[in-house]
C-alpha cells in the first residue's frame, strides 16, 4: 500500500486533518549518539547498544511530538494498522512511526539532520501499556526538548524514560 501522509487527511472529532507540519526554521538541539550513551547512562542500570548511521540527531518539540503521536493514533483506522501476530506487530507499528516522522521532515525540507525517533528491543519484566511482562517487545524512543521518552505506538501511551518501568532491559536502540 503507497500512503503519501501529506495528502492523508484523517476526521478528528469532526474536523479533517493532516499530520502535523514540521517547520524546518524552528530552533531545535542536536543529540549524538555519544550524547545519547551519557543520558542512558544516567538514567539505566544498563545502558543498551546504540544503532546510528546518522551522525546528528534533531530533538523535537515536545508539543509538535504530542501532535504527532496524536495524528498517528487517528491515522491507524484509516489506514487499516491492526494488529495481527507475527504479521502486523509491535516492531511495524514502530517502524512505521519513525518512518512518518522522516517523511514529515524531507517533506519540510529539513537538512539539519534526522528527528531522534527510533524504535527499541525491550524484555519485559513489568507489564506497561497493555502489554504483559515476560516477553520481548519493540517501542518508540524519541528524544524531545523535554528529554528522552518511550512512547507504545499502538496505544499512544508516553512516559519519560526515567518512569519506564523496564528502562533497565532496554536491549537494542535503532535511530
Not at 479533517?16 to 539505566?44: C, H, Q
Not at 513489568?126 to 519493540?138: D, E, P, Q, T, V
Request: hydrophobic letters at 45%; one cysteine or more.
Amino acid at each position: 500500500m503507497r500512503v503519501n501522509i501529506s495528502k492523508t487527511r484523517l476526521a478528528m472529532d469532526g474536523v479533517m486533518r493532516a499530520p502535523p507540519a514540521w517547520a524546518s526554521n524552528r530552533d531545535v538541539s542536536v543529540w549524538t549518539v555519544d550524547d545519547l550513551k551519557a543520558e542512558f547512562a544516567k538514567l539505566t542500570d544498563t545502558p543498551p547498544r546504540i544503532n546510528s548511521l546518522r551522525p546528528r540527531l534533531l530533538r523535537s518539540d515536545h508539543a509538535w511530538l504530542l501532535d504527532f503521536k496524536k495524528w498517528f493514533r487517528a491515522a491507524q483506522k484509516p489506514l487499516k494498522m491492526h494488529f495481527q501476530d507475527q504479521v502486523w506487530d509491535c516492531d511495524n507499528y514502530a517502524n512505521c512511526f519513525v518512518a512518518f516522522a522522516d517523511l514529515l521532515a524531507l517533506k519540510a525540507g529539513e537538512s539539519r539532520g534526522s528527528f531522534c525517533i527510533g524504535w527499541a528491543t525491550v524484555t519485559y519484566q513489568y507489564a506497561f501499556a497493555g502489554i504483559r511482562a515476560g516477553g520481548g517487545h519493540a517501542l518508540v524512543i524519541v528524544g524531545t526538548s523535554q528529554g528522552l521518552y518511550m512512547l507504545e505506538p499502538q496505544d499512544g501511551t508516553m512516559v519519560a524514560l526515567k518512569d519506564f518501568p523496564n528502562r533497565d532491559t532496554i536491549e537494542e536502540v535503532f535511530f
